[in-house]
Every structure is written in structure tokens, then in C-alpha cells.
């Protein structure tokens, strides 16, 4: 277990491909370094598709156990992040849905709450970025989808394909034509003076 011991006494988190070799011998540790690679930039990522702290963190406890129980999650060629992320963003989405069906039973929910997701975000990102997300909700859900992806999450073009499961030159086009529309709805927000 030389890997190992030589994993824990650096301060970065190895690679993935690391993490797997790690797992062939003790699949516990793998698992806890997998957490602690991945838990931030996927809490992060549900809290901005959520703007619900908790619900994220929720989410987040989610995909982890998601993970240990899927077999194949340290298998050779199986892409952890792309999974991780993928699965995240659906887990995200359903509530969203969720919680559009449910407009009247959210609208009991007391005013602070909304107001602390709202908070966040001001703290995350600024004013400018609270227009963009008001922004990419008139977007269709792909746009919304990759443009996190790629700017919010920082994945590469080949990681969004394999968390969207769609083809790298079909990731491209829909980045462009998301990128587009976001620009027209930001013009068309500053024109109305809103």
C-alpha cells in the first residue's frame, strides 16, 4: 500500500486514474478521496442549479452514495467526473421540475428562505451575475445545462459530452448557439432597462 501512504502525505488530490489503482486495494480509501476531490465543486455546482443551500447539500450526500453503489465507478475507462457531474445536474433538474409542479406548496414556504439562496448568490457571483442567472432561466434547458457545464463547472468540451451524452461536435454547436441566445437575452434585459 505504498500508493496510498505516499497519496496521504501530499496536499493535492491525485488524478482519478490514481484514485482507481488506489481502489483495486482498498476501495474505502478510494472512496474517501473521491469525496474529498469532488464534494466542493458538486455542492457548488447543485447549490447554483438549486439557489437552496441545504437541497445541494442533500444532493451532494446523494451522488456519493450513488457512486459507492455503482460498480463500475473505479472500473478502468469508466469517466468518474463526467458521471459525477452528469449525475448531479439530474438530480438537480428533477427537483427543479419538482418544484415547478409544486408552485403552491412552495409559495407557503417562509420569505427567508428564498431570500438566504438569493444571498448566496450575491456572495457567490455579484449583481452581474444575479442578471445572467435570471438570464439563462429564459433559456431552454440544454443552453442552461452546458453553459454550467462549462463555465460554471469548468468542464472540458469531452467532459460535457460525456456527462450530457452527446456527441463533442453536437457540445460545440449547442455551446455556441447557447452562448447566442444568453447574449440576445442579456441585450434584450438592458435595452428594457431591467
Same mark, same amino acid.
Given at each position: 500500500? *505504498?500508493?496510498?501512504?505516499?497519496?496521504?502525505?501530499?496536499?493535492?488530490? @491525485?488524478?482519478?486514474?490514481?484514485?482507481?489503482? %488506489?481502489?483495486? &486495494?482498498?476501495?474505502?480509501?478510494? #472512496?474517501?478521496?473521491? %469525496?474529498? /476531490?469532488?464534494?466542493? *465543486?458538486?455542492?457548488?455546482?447543485?447549490?447554483?442549479?438549486? /439557489?437552496?443551500?441545504?437541497?445541494?447539500?442533500?444532493?451532494?450526500?446523494?451522488?456519493?452514495? /450513488?457512486?459507492?453503489? !455503482?460498480?463500475?465507478?473505479?472500473?478502468?475507462?469508466? =469517466?468518474? /467526473?463526467?458521471?459525477?457531474?452528469?449525475?448531479? $445536474?439530474?438530480?438537480?433538474?428533477?427537483?427543479? +421540475?419538482?418544484?415547478?409542479?409544486?408552485?403552491?406548496?412552495?409559495?407557503?414556504? @417562509?420569505? #427567508?428562505?428564498?431570500?438566504?439562496?438569493?444571498?448566496?448568490? %450575491?456572495?457567490?457571483?455579484?449583481?452581474?451575475? &444575479?442578471? %445572467?442567472?435570471?438570464?439563462?432561466?429564459?433559456? $431552454?434547458?440544454?443552453? +442552461?445545462?452546458?453553459?454550467?457545464?462549462?463555465?460554471?463547472?469548468?468542464? $472540458?468540451?469531452?467532459?460535457?459530452?460525456?456527462?450530457? !451524452?452527446?456527441?463533442?461536435?453536437?457540445?460545440?454547436?449547442?455551446?455556441?448557439? #447557447? =452562448?447566442?441566445?444568453?447574449?440576445?437575452?442579456?441585450?434584450?434585459? !438592458?435595452? $428594457?432597462?431591467?
Amino acid at each position: 500500500m *505504498p500508493t496510498l501512504q505516499l497519496v496521504e502525505r501530499t496536499t493535492a488530490t @491525485p488524478d482519478d486514474e490514481t484514485i482507481k489503482s %488506489i481502489a483495486v &486495494e482498498d476501495r474505502r480509501a478510494a #472512496a474517501d478521496l473521491i %469525496i474529498r /476531490k469532488y464534494r466542493d *465543486p458538486l455542492f457548488h455546482h447543485a447549490a447554483w442549479i438549486l /439557489k437552496d443551500w441545504q437541497q445541494a447539500l442533500d444532493v451532494t450526500q446523494e451522488v456519493f452514495i /450513488k457512486a459507492m453503489r !455503482e460498480v463500475r465507478f473505479f472500473d478502468e475507462g469508466f =469517466k468518474m /467526473k463526467a458521471w459525477l457531474y452528469r449525475v448531479t $445536474s439530474n438530480l438537480c433538474f428533477n427537483l427543479v +421540475r419538482d418544484r415547478k409542479r409544486r408552485a403552491a406548496i412552495l409559495e407557503s414556504v @417562509p420569505r #427567508a428562505t428564498c431570500d438566504e439562496a438569493h444571498q448566496a448568490d %450575491i456572495v457567490f457571483k455579484g449583481e452581474q451575475q &444575479e442578471q %445572467i442567472l435570471q438570464a439563462m432561466e429564459q433559456l $431552454s434547458e440544454n443552453h +442552461r445545462k452546458i453553459l454550467m457545464l462549462r463555465y460554471y463547472s469548468d468542464l $472540458s468540451y469531452a467532459e460535457i459530452s460525456d456527462a450530457l !451524452e452527446i456527441k463533442l461536435g453536437t457540445v460545440m454547436s449547442r455551446l455556441s448557439r #447557447a =452562448k447566442t441566445q444568453l447574449m440576445e437575452v442579456l441585450d434584450a434585459h !438592458e435595452v $428594457s432597462g431591467e
